[in-house]
Nanobody, 116 residues
Framework: QVQLVESGGGVVQPGGSLTLSCRASGFALNSYYMYWVRQGPGKGLDWVSNIGKGDDTEYADSVKGRFTISRDNAKNTLYLQMRNLKPEDTALYYC??????????WGQGTQVTISS
């Protein structure tokens, strides 16, 4: 079955860290560009980061220097390491597959809440 399953969300205090995981099944992660996007409360979807087939990475300005996207090809899993978390990082985080067109596969999302 072709699917993406996220995990790793939770509640952390400002300044804390979390690592999100996105396990892929039914296809090879390194054959696609993969994205992390998020949706904050009452907001639309925002691009967070992406990784290319050659491990090239890009980040939104709001997370640059704090978040790191990576991929473990042996585990077929995408990661998002998040450090120095801020209240504005509170969102539902999704991983998504980009076939060089509209995203064609999404995970179910994992909630990240930053609160003191």
């Amino acid at each position: 079955q072709v699917q993406l399953v996220e995990s790793g969300g939770g509640v952390v205090q400002p300044g804390g860290s979390l690592t999100l995981s996105c396990r892929a099944s039914g296809f090879a992660l390194n054959s696609y560009y993969m994205y992390w996007v998020r949706q904050g409360p009452g907001k639309g979807l925002d691009w967070v980061s992406n990784i290319g087939k050659g491990d090239d990475t890009e980040y939104a300005d709001s997370v640059k220097g704090r978040f790191t996207i990576s991929r473990d090809n042996a585990k077929n899993t995408l990661y998002l390491q998040m450090r120095n978390l801020k209240p504005e990082d509170t969102a539902l985080y999704y991983c998504a597959r980009d076939p060089l067109g509209p995203f064609d596969l999404w995970g179910q999302g994992t909630q990240v809440t930053i609160s003191s």
